[in-house]
């Protein structure tokens, strides 16, 4: 009976043990921490660089064109625009962002010039640029006026930017296949005096036989070749004659195009001046410039030193 007691005693001392436990303890682990790999990222290797272009359109002579480059991923990378192998501007960008880079490129002569873009030890772009000379060409129709001793004509220009002018070309012809000696047509590059031909700055002449019986490009050459900042400029067209100006008057006729004859004012672009002649001698003496009597546009161009 003992025996059966001290077994069942054990027994519940054993079974309330485990009871009163709880749960087992688990180990702790120990404190870990994770570094992430060192990575270095040089600039301008994350990206490639690339690069587009405004159009390159056609211009005048003395005026100016903005070309824009846009440029992406080209930080601190230097691209240089030039015209005809002269550098322009040298320009970069300050991030990798996709950035507009504005160059300005002046017209410094007329005809074809060639606009290169280099950078990254290459060339990005490579372009011919059209240059139209100072003036109007346009010869259609068959109206002009008459210049001579006694009557000049003018027309202005209006320069942009800094040019040397190399020559003036106008549409002329003379009347008579027969001309007085010592009669020279003469080109005057004049400076503006209040809206009209005022000091000159560079003139040009040739005989008068030089000229034809029909309408012709005649080209007068400016030796000088004058340098003009921006501004309003006169090119006179004018007769020389020196022998016999009682007996015959040589003349050449400027071709024009009418704009419009409802104007009665002519225009701010054109004068003319009508001499007054001595009726002893026969010589004429300079008068005053004068507006025409509508508006119309002589054919001449003007163009830069070669």
Same mark, same amino acid.
């Given at each position: =009976?003992?025996?059966? !007691?001290?077994?069942?005693?054990?027994?519940?001392?054993?079974?309330? %043990?485990?009871?009163?436990?709880?749960?087992?303890? !688990?180990?702790?682990?120990?404190?870990?921490? !994770?570094?992430?790999?060192?990575?270095?990222?040089?600039? %301008?290797?994350?990206?490639?660089?690339?690069?587009?272009?405004?159009?390159?359109?056609?211009?005048?002579?003395?005026?100016?064109?903005? =070309? &824009?480059?846009?440029?992406?991923?080209? $930080?601190?990378?230097?691209?240089?625009?030039?015209?005809?192998? !002269?550098?322009?501007?040298?320009?970069?960008?300050?991030?990798?962002?996709?950035?507009?880079?504005?160059?300005?490129?002046?017209?410094?002569?007329?005809?074809?010039?060639?606009?290169?873009?280099?950078? @990254?030890?290459?060339?990005?772009?490579?372009?011919?640029?059209?240059?139209?000379?100072?003036? #109007? $060409? @346009?010869?259609?129709?068959?109206?002009?006026?008459? &210049?001579?001793?006694?009557?000049?004509?003018?027309?202005?220009?209006?320069?942009?930017?800094?040019? +040397?002018? %190399?020559?003036?070309?106008?549409?002329?012809?003379?009347?008579?296949?027969?001309?007085?000696?010592?009669?020279?047509?003469?080109?005057?590059?004049? #400076?503006?005096?209040?809206?009209?031909?005022?000091?000159?700055? $560079?003139? #040009?002449?040739?005989?008068?036989?030089?000229?034809?019986?029909?309408? +012709?490009?005649?080209?007068? @050459?400016?030796?000088?070749?004058?340098?003009?900042?921006?501004?309003?400029?006169?090119?006179?067209?004018?007769?020389?004659?020196?022998?016999?100006?009682?007996?015959?008057?040589?003349?050449?006729?400027?071709?024009?195009?009418? +704009?419009?004859?409802?104007?009665?004012?002519?225009?701010?672009?054109?004068?003319? =001046?009508?001499?007054?002649? +001595?009726?002893?001698?026969?010589?004429?003496?300079? #008068?005053?410039?004068?507006?025409?009597?509508?508006?119309?546009?002589?054919? =001449?161009?003007?163009?830069?030193?070669?």
């Amino acid at each position: =009976m003992r025996n059966i !007691v001290f077994i069942l005693l054990a027994g519940m001392l054993f079974f309330a %043990g485990c009871i009163g436990g709880g749960t087992p303890e !688990v180990p702790k682990l120990p404190n870990v921490t !994770v570094q992430p790999p060192s990575v270095t990222v040089t600039p %301008g290797e994350e990206c490639t660089p690339a690069y587009s272009f405004s159009d390159v359109t056609a211009s005048t002579l003395s005026q100016s064109m903005d =070309m &824009v480059a846009t440029v992406t991923c080209a $930080a601190g990378k230097q691209i240089t625009a030039s015209v005809d192998g !002269v550098a322009v501007a040298t320009k970069s960008a300050s991030d990798n962002g996709t950035t507009p880079i504005t160059f300005t490129l002046v017209a410094k002569k007329d005809g074809t010039s060639k606009v290169t873009v280099s950078g @990254d030890s290459q060339t990005l772009l490579s372009k011919d640029w059209k240059i139209s000379p100072l003036g #109007s $060409a @346009d010869t259609k129709g068959a109206e002009y006026d008459a &210049v001579s001793f006694k009557e000049w004509r003018a027309m202005s220009i209006d320069v942009a930017n800094p040019i +040397n002018v %190399g020559k003036v070309k106008l549409f002329i012809k003379r009347l008579e296949s027969r001309t007085q000696p010592g009669t020279y047509v003469i080109v005057d590059l004049r #400076s503006d005096d209040g809206g009209k031909p005022g000091q000159i700055i $560079a003139s #040009s002449k040739k005989s008068i036989s030089d000229t034809t019986l029909s309408d +012709n490009w005649i080209a007068f @050459d400016f030796d000088s070749k004058p340098a003009i900042a921006a501004g309003k400029y006169w090119v006179v067209l004018r007769i020389e004659q020196s022998e016999s100006v009682k007996i015959v008057s040589d003349t050449v006729t400027w071709h024009y195009v009418t +704009n419009s004859k409802d104007q009665g004012s002519g225009n701010d672009y054109t004068r003319q =001046m009508l001499l007054s002649v +001595n009726e002893a001698t026969g010589f004429a003496s300079e #008068s005053s410039w004068n507006k025409l009597a509508y508006d119309r546009v002589y054919a =001449m161009t003007v163009h830069a030193a070669e």
